[in-house]
């Protein structure tokens, strides 16, 4: 007894000191061998030094409070890079050490995995390299990964009314991330996704080279426009091919309960919305909410939209299309693209631009999301059937985002994000709350769960797809980041985000990573006999 305590004892004491002298010869790798040209002390993060300094730096980017518990695997130290060179000394004594590298830019990855893993790990931290360089002139922008999207709208609309870019809608996604896993915005139906928008690229390869397209080739350029960043470098920055938005955009937003024919406009809409004219894009909401008048839930069905035109054109448009909708002109409001963008994330018109380049930690709550595809319009019985699940359920919401446009034109092996032509729309699961622990975590992870299964039978199938950047762990987590992982164990998820562009992205990875250094729960495997 007194035996096993003290040797319990010494084995919990030495791996202390082991972690302990890890940190410490991983700290002298990165400011004596590595040899950054540019002095890197000042921007690593340890928590043994000043844990409160480490603790601030690692919570700034905790975008969902599932992971910011005290119960969730801490990193073994954060490098906040300046400079090229400390991305480069962060790779060459990640392999050195063996130590996993998260890169992480926004830090919104739905299920955190660029500041969480399984094993012990050091975060790459790109948030202070968030140059963004716009010319009007070209219509281009070079933008470094760790600028947020609030940011790229701004410096564009700061030099042009008449130029945006077709990327998402909450502000302070990072770009490192969104661009790197395919990103798509409002303006998809017109521009395709953001990926359908990049011209070059910067890269910290496996080697600690700095590659731009022309040396990484287009293989590597191809991958790294979708296929998730992470799974083959560290992407230093994007150059992004501005789009032309008119002076004044027209947006609405129009809500229906279920006793006000939600059912009907659903239906009507699963039949218009990826075939209207491709200025107009129109995303559809389900939630459910107390009717005012009984106090009884009901169902609401929203219809969020953004018009690249004056009002005139989109009533005219909205009469011809969708008339059951019955949208007034008092519903539609004319204004600028930037400040769409703000209407588009419940930030009120008006607001000054400037709240767009905030990237404090206000409003994050617990969150949960899922994704699907939704090919065949659900029937009116099937509609019925989920509304009324969501009465049971009532937390998870649903929203839709219509394809078709220019989303359908661009063939699904160019970029690979594979979800093109013959979608309707993707489907997001939703599912946000405030209260801390597992169990609360739990109970709603099980409702978006339920939620997911009730929609079986009305989305994609062989493989029900989804959609990488709305990261599910639910779908195939991969347990084995050995360099030995399979191709099978990758194509769980792997087929379900890439479908027949999974096996290019493996060939692709195995040839500029062998040793699958830059690895996660859901990270592109390399094939055993490529080596
Ligand atoms: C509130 C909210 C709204 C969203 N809205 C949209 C939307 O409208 N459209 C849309 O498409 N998506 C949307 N998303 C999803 C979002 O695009 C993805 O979560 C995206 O990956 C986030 O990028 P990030 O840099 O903030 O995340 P991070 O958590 O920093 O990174 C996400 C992944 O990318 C990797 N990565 C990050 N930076 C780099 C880099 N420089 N080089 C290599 N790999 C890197 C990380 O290691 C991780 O695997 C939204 C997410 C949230 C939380
Ligand atoms: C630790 O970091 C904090 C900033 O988070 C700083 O205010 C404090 O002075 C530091 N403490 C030491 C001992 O360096
Ligand atoms: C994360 O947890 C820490 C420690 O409990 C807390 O101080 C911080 O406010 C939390 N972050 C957010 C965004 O709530
Ligand atoms: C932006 O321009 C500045 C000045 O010309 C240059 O030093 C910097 O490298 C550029 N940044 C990017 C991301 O291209
Ligand atoms: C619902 O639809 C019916 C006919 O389909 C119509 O008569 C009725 O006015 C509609 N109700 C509302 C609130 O739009
Ligand atoms: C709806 O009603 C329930 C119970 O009456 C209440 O707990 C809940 O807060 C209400 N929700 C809203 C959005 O008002
Ligand atoms: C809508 O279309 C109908 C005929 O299709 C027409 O009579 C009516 O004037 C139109 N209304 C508007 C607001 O355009
Ligand atoms: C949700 O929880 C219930 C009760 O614990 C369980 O029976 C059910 O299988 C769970 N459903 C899902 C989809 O996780």
């Known amino acids: 007894?007194?035996?096993?305590?003290?040797?319990?004892?010494?084995?919990?004491?030495?791996?202390?000191?082991?972690?302990?002298?890890?940190d410490e010869s991983f700290q002298k790798c990165l400011e004596n061998e590595a040899l950054p040209s540019q002095p890197i002390s000042q921007v690593i993060y340890i928590p043994q030094n000043n844990i409160s300094a480490f603790s601030s730096v690692l919570q700034n980017y905790v975008k969902n409070l599932r992971f910011n518990e005290s119960t969730t695997r801490k990193p073994e130290l954060i490098i906040t890079a300046l400079h090229v060179s400390h991305i480069q000394a962060a790779v060459i004594c990640s392999k050195k050490h063996g130590l996993q590298m998260k890169i992480r830019s926004g830090g919104h990855d739905y299920e955190g995995i660029s500041y969480v893993s399984t094993g012990p790990f050091?975060?790459?931290?790109?948030?202070?390299?968030?140059?963004?360089?716009?010319?009007?002139?070209?219509?281009?922008?070079?933008?470094?990964?760790?600028?947020?999207?609030?940011?790229?709208?701004?410096?564009?609309?700061?030099?042009?009314?008449?130029?945006g870019f077709p990327a998402g809608v909450c502000p302070t996604v990072g770009v490192g991330g969104h661009i790197s896993g395919g990103g798509y915005g409002n303006m998809l139906r017109k521009f395709g996704l953001t990926i359908d928008n990049i011209l070059d690229a910067e890269i910290i390869d496996a080697k600690g080279r700095l590659l731009d397209r022309k040396s990484m080739g287009e293989d590597l350029f191809w991958a790294i426009s979708g296929g998730g960043g992470a799974s083959f470098g560290v992407v230093l920055s994007y150059k992004i091919k501005l789009v032309r938005v008119p002076e004044i955009v027209t947006v609405f937003r129009v809500g229906r309960t279920y006793e006000q024919n939600a059912t009907d406009l659903a239906y009507k809409w699963q039949r218009i919305a990826d075939k209207l004219d491709d200025d107009l894009f129109i995303r559809m909401i389900f939630d459910v909410i107390n009717n005012t008048q009984t106090g009884d839930r009901t169902n609401r069905v929203q219809f969020l939209a953004l018009f690249l035109g004056d009002s005139d054109r989109l009533l005219s448009i909205m009469n011809q299309s969708f008339p059951e909708l019955g949208l007034q002109r008092s519903d539609c409001i004319e204004t600028s693209?930037?400040?769409?963008?703000?209407?588009?994330?419940?930030?009120?018109?008006?607001?000054?631009?400037?709240?767009?380049?905030?990237?404090?930690?206000?409003?994050?709550?617990?969150?949960k999301r899922k994704s699907d595809y939704l090919e065949e319009p659900m029937s009116k019985e099937g509609l019925e059937f989920i509304f009324k699940k969501m009465i049971e359920l009532v937390r998870p919401s649903m929203v839709f985002n219509?394809?078709?446009?220019?989303?359908?034109?661009?063939?699904?092996?160019?970029?690979?994000?594979?979800?093109?032509?013959?979608?309707?729309?993707?489907?997001?699961?939703a599912a946000n709350w405030n209260e801390a622990g597992t169990e609360f975590a739990n109970f709603y992870l099980n409702l978006t769960n339920q939620l997911f299964d009730y929609m079986t039978p009305y989305v994609s199938k062989n493989p029900r797809e989804a959609f990488l950047n709305y990261r599910d762990l639910d779908i195939g987590i991969n347990q084995n980041e050995s360099p030995?992982?399979?191709?099978?164990?990758?194509?769980?998820?792997?087929?379900?985000?890439?479908?027949?562009?999974?096996?290019?992205?493996?060939?692709?990875?195995?040839?500029?990573?062998?040793?699958?250094?830059?690895?996660?729960?859901?990270?592109?495997?390399?094939?055993p006999f490529g080596k």
Request: hydrophobic share 40%; glycine share 6%; proline share 5%.
């Open 484 to 527: 030995e992982r399979s191709f099978i164990e990758g194509a769980v998820y792997g087929v379900k985000y890439f479908k027949e562009n999974y096996p290019r992205l493996v060939k692709i990875k195995t040839k500029v990573d062998p040793h699958n250094l830059f690895r996660n729960e859901q990270s592109i495997p390399v094939f």
């Open 337 to 367: 693209w930037l400040q769409s963008v703000l209407y588009f994330t419940n930030i009120p018109l008006g607001t000054e631009p400037e709240i767009l380049l905030r990237r404090g930690t206000q409003g994050v709550t617990y969150l």
């Open 1 to 22: 007894m007194r035996n096993s305590t003290i040797c319990f004892g010494s084995f919990f004491l030495s791996t202390i000191l082991l972690i302990v002298s890890a």
């Open 402 to 429: 219509p394809y078709g446009g220019k989303m359908a034109e661009i063939p699904s092996h160019a970029k690979p994000f594979p979800h093109r032509a013959g979608n309707i729309a993707k489907i997001q699961y």
């Open 122 to 163: 050091f975060i790459l931290d790109m948030f202070n390299l968030r140059a963004i360089n716009v010319s009007i002139e070209d219509e281009t922008a070079w933008v470094q990964t760790g600028a947020i999207l609030g940011e790229v709208y701004y410096r564009i609309a700061e030099k042009s009314n008449v130029h």
